[in-house]
């Protein structure tokens, strides 16, 4: 089982039965770990930021949330837009991003990492309630658990490709 496969089981546990994303090189192996599950229904949407919002009104309908699958780079900035209006608005809502392999984040203070990424948790931090990699299942429960703690607001959980990908027991 990779880290993928444990998110998707995750959301699964979860009882979470949608999730609003575009797939791309930084988050295909989630998308792909959802969707060989088969529980969750995968909602792809034109753009990151329609996938934000509509995460957002899903919960102030359905009282659920609805994760936000975005890739790497562009992908993620994309998000940023949504993040800040449940920000503002207090909604909980739940980013999971893809990014490059972590090998690349070795540079101190780089512009790119690697082909397309960026810090996308530190960009994040100021208009999330809580932003972190990914290193394990426990960063998303507690982004969750955070998201729904009275003021509601938005969580971002970063997954480089490499961990997403690494075998876990």
């Not at 893809?98 to 948790?121: A, L």
């Amino acid at each position: 089982m990779t880290n993928a496969d444990a998110i998707a089981l995750w959301i699964n546990a979860k009882g979470i039965t949608h999730c609003f994303g575009i797939i791309g090189a930084g988050n295909i192996a989630i998308f792909d770990a959802i969707s060989r599950l088969g529980k969750t229904k995968i909602c792809c949407t034109h753009h990151e930021q329609a996938a934000a919002q509509a995460a957002t009104y899903y919960y102030r309908t359905c009282k659920k949330i609805a994760p936000v699958l975005v890739t790497t780079g562009a992908g993620s900035a994309n998000a940023l837009t949504g993040v800040l209006a449940a920000y503002m608005d207090s909604q909980p809502l739940l980013i999971i991003s893809g990014n490059e392999p972590t090998n690349f984040f070795s540079v101190s203070h780089p512009r790119v990492i690697g082909v397309q990424g960026y810090d996308s948790v530190e960009v994040a931090r100021p208009i999330t309630k809580f932003a972190t990699r990914f290193t394990g299942i426990v960063d998303l429960e507690l982004a969750y658990m955070t998201a729904l703690t009275p003021r509601y607001g938005p969580v971002w959980v970063d997954v480089c490709r490499d961990i997403a990908t690494r075998i876990v027991k």
